[in-house]
């Protein structure tokens, strides 16, 4: 069973960068898909950016395309979340997910994020 833990949230100003990683242990994740997914106070949660790990493909919401970037290093079980130009909107709670199941899509299909493995999140506040 894959267990997860994000670091590297906090507090930065309007256009600025944060880098997120998302640190996996337990099983092998060769065929894994593992997502961003973020929540702010009273909103949902939106998936941001998802990567499958068998093909490489990624999903990226259009609110974030041009400005965050997915990358992985798979010897070290880390997936990184890069955010640049970073916006008050952008401010919520930043968790990871891993699934076998979905690929990539796992970031927008609906009524199956239940059934992911997550990560107690991390905050990220954009704000001057």
């Known amino acids: 069973q894959v267990q997860l833990e994000e670091s590297g949230g906090g507090l930065v100003q309007p256009g600025g960068s944060l880098r997120l990683s998302c640190s996996a242990s337990?099983?092998?994740?060769?065929?894994?898909?593992i997502g961003w997914f973020r929540q702010a106070p009273g909103k949902e949660r939106e998936g941001v950016s998802c990567?499958?790990?068998?093909?490489?493909?990624?999903y990226y919401a259009d609110s974030v395309k041009g400005r965050f970037t997915i990358s992985r290093d798979n010897a070290k079980k880390v997936v990184y979340l890069q955010m640049n130009s970073l916006k008050p909107e952008d401010t919520a709670l930043y968790y990871c997910?891993?699934?076998?199941?979905?690929?990539?899509?796992?970031?927008?299909?609906?009524?199956?994020?239940?059934?992911?493995?997550w990560g107690r999140g991390t905050q990220v506040t954009v704000s001057p």
């Open positions: 997910a891993a699934d076998p199941r979905y690929g990539a899509r796992m970031c927008y299909l609906r009524r199956t994020s239940s059934g992911y493995t």
């Open positions: 337990g099983s092998t994740l060769d065929h894994y898909a």
């Open positions: 990567v499958n790990l068998i093909d490489g493909s990624i």
